[in-house]
């Protein structure tokens, strides 16, 4: 009996189901663009290139940008898709991004716009 119950231990391990891998501990943005708002942190050292949810080039032009952004002055009111409160303070952010100059290495491009209504994604 002792002989049964020590086979049935030593396969215990094999019996249990894989663990999933373990999520990182800071998620800064999600794998959608369009929820990136709230208070957001433009890193330009590329040293810090890597703590960076996303790289982004900011453009000049509406038409060819994949998200229209206005900067909201006030944090509390930088709550839906394309309104960003940009903060000085990496710690503040809710989410980061790594500007780029180089448009090709960018994950999307952004264009800041005057008008709060113009505020649009485009994925």
């Known amino acids: 009996m002792i002989l049964i119950i020590s086979f ?6 094999y019996l249990t189901a894989p663990q999933p891998a373990a999520e990182p501990s800071v998620r800064v943005a999600g794998n959608d663009i369009c929820r ?3 208070s957001v942190y433009l890193e330009r050292d590329p040293k810090y290139k ?3 949810a996303y790289t982004v080039y900011l453009g000049d032009e ?8 206005y900067r909201e002055s006030n944090k509390l ?3 839906g898709t394309g309104i ?8 503040f952010a809710d989410h980061v991004l790594y500007v ?20 649009a994604c485009r994925p």
């Open 77 to 79: 009111f930088a709550d």
């Open 100 to 119: 780029t100059d180089n448009r090709n290495f960018a994950d999307f491009t952004v264009h800041f716009t005057n008008v709060r209504s113009y505020a």
């Open 84 to 91: 960003w409160h940009i903060t000085n303070k990496k710690a």
């Open 50 to 52: 890597n703590t960076a």
């Open 8 to 13: 049935w231990l030593s396969l215990l391990p």
């Open 62 to 69: 509406e038409a060819f940008a994949s998200m229209v952004v």
């Open 36 to 38: 990136i708002y709230g």
